[in-house]
């Protein structure tokens, strides 16, 4: 295995450049992939963008592997279940991604395709194990799956913010591999390369943006953290407390508060409103801010810093002590709890405003 920082550093600066090149040239000769003209497409740009991100992300994802197959002593690691698993559900779910941007194909599709990357996640060994029951773990792996690819797609509706949202979690992950010293594993370079690539897609992605992820990014990507946090979060292989169940769980959620929050007060005030939680629109806690009288830039900033705060919620409590304390459980359901509240505040807030106009 390779231990030494400088090579890490050097690869992340290597991909960096690279997808940068990748990203430039996409820019330069796209036309018309993830230029969706139909009504069920909703973007909140007027502006009809490339949405090639995606392309750029599964390269560095091919990338990663062929570069640990030549760096790390492990020639055989390519016929591990695991590392087969990863790389089957998430070629399927760029493939699915991809054909979306370029077909709008029907939500149905779509679904099984997510059902389908999720059974072979589990397929693989690659499953949450918190439950007794085995059954019970593969169900909740799913709902995770699929609920992590639909989220991250559904955050992805302002320059930057879905960007931000992985990099924070992809951030997290690799700030609990490097405490518990465990980055000489192959997942840990898939996580290097990915947040590199993120990082240098983040310039092209900032408002005001010149490209798009498209659902080809955020199916890719949604697969991608969530076999990751199952490695990593839920089934504790690098946290402190990996025995209590806990820790797993809200280490999880916090580290993807952001999509699961947003998607959660969506879907409720689709709801209540009568409509279905699956159209799109723009009623995002995003387009709220706007509305209320943010620019684009400043609600980046501010999903930035909340990020960040989640962050460091998951390292702190995974670093600072030797066991699990109930005032963590205490601090971070009161701080998930309160976030759910203000983002659903701001979205009644605007709502109010409206009416008092109309």
């Not at 502006?47 to 750029?56: C, D, L, N, Y």
């Not at 990996?242 to 999509?259: G, K, M």
């Not at 279905?276 to 009623?283: A, T, V």
């Not at 684009?296 to 930035?304: D, F, K, N, P, R």
């Amino acid at each position: 295995m390779v231990e030494s920082p400088l090579f890490y550093v050097t690869y992340f600066v290597l991909v960096f450049i690279f997808s940068n090149v990748i990203n430039h040239l996409f820019l330069r000769f796209s036309r018309t992939l993830g230029m969706r003209r139909s009504s069920d497409a909703i973007r909140w740009s007027d502006t009809h963008k490339p949405a090639v991100g995606g392309i750029a992300f599964y390269i560095i994802f091919l990338l990663s592997l062929t570069t640990a197959s030549l760096f790390f002593n492990t020639p055989q690691f390519l016929i591990q279940p695991e590392i087969i698993g990863l790389l089957a559900a998430c070629t399927i779910a760029f493939l699915i991604g991809l054909a979306d941007d370029a077909y709008d194909t029907h939500p149905v599709l779509k679904f099984s395709a997510q059902v389908l990357c999720a059974m072979v996640l589990i397929y693989s060994g690659i499953y949450i194990q918190i439950f007794d029951n085995i059954y019970l773990n593969y169900v909740l792996t799913m709902l995770w799956v699929v609920g992590l690819m639909n989220s991250i797609n559904l955050l992805d509706n302002m320059d930057g913010i879905a960007s931000i949202a992985v990099l924070g979690a992809l951030y997290t992950m690799i700030s609990i591999v490097l405490i518990e010293k465990s980055h000489t594993t192959i997942f840990f370079l898939l996580m290097l390369g990915a947040s590199s690539c993120i990082l240098a897609f983040l310039l092209f992605n900032w408002h005001p943006a010149k490209i798009y992820m498209g659902d080809t990014g955020t199916q890719f990507l949604g697969l991608f953290l969530a076999a990751l946090s199952i490695i990593f979060l839920w089934n504790g292989t690098s946290l402190s407390y990996s025995v209590i169940p806990e820790t797993r769980i809200i280490s999880a959620i916090l580290t993807f508060a952001l999509p699961i929050i947003d998607t959660t007060v969506v879907f409720c005030n689709r709801i209540l409103k009568g409509s279905s939680p699956f159209k799109g629109g723009k009623d995002h806690t995003t387009h709220n801010l706007f509305y209320l009288g943010l620019t684009e830039v400043q609600i980046a900033i501010l999903y930035t810093t909340y990020t960040a705060v989640c962050l460091s919620l998951v390292v702190m409590m995974n670093r600072f002590d030797t066991q699990w304390s109930s005032l963590y459980t205490l601090v971070a359901v009161s701080f998930l709890v309160l976030s759910m509240a203000a983002f659903f505040i701001v979205t009644r807030m605007r709502k109010r405003q409206v009416q008092a106009i109309a």
